[in-house]
């Protein structure tokens, strides 16, 4: 099992940054990839941007040049720092971890960029 526990979400506005962390604990061996899916209201949960073990690094078109996400390993902690936020940045963010029979996902945090 795979505990993860996010943080760093909240109230931003327009072009402004926040930083999110995933915290990971348990079977943390057993993971290979870790990253942060998003879901909107009423909208599908999509892919943000997710990385390897390797540092091998993944993002959707929509966040490339404005999010970077990494990862320590020493900490088992993935983040996601965001810049240039906009306001359909608004959603709930969920971290999520892959093993090689399983997917683990944290609670999500909430993102709001209003004025």
């Known amino acids: 099992q795979v505990q993860l526990v996010e943080s760093g979400g909240g109230l931003v506005q327009p072009g402004g940054s926040l930083r999110l962390s995933c915290a990971a604990s348990?079977?943390?061996?057993?993971?290979?990839?870790m990253g942060w899916y998003w879901q909107a209201p009423g909208k599908q949960r999509e892919l943000v941007a997710t990385?390897?073990?390797?540092?091998?690094?993944k993002y959707a078109d929509s966040v490339k040049g404005r999010f970077t996400i990494s990862r320590d390993n020493a900490k088992n902690t993935v983040y996601l720092q965001m810049n240039s936020l906009k306001p359909e940045d608004t959603a709930v963010y969920y971290c999520?971890?892959?093993?090689?029979?399983?997917?683990?996902w944290g609670q999500g945090t909430q993102v709001t960029v209003s004025s």
């Open positions: 999520i971890a892959r093993s090689a029979n399983r997917v683990y």
């Open positions: 990385v390897t073990g390797g540092s091998s690094t």
């Open positions: 348990g079977s943390i061996f057993s993971i290979y990839s």
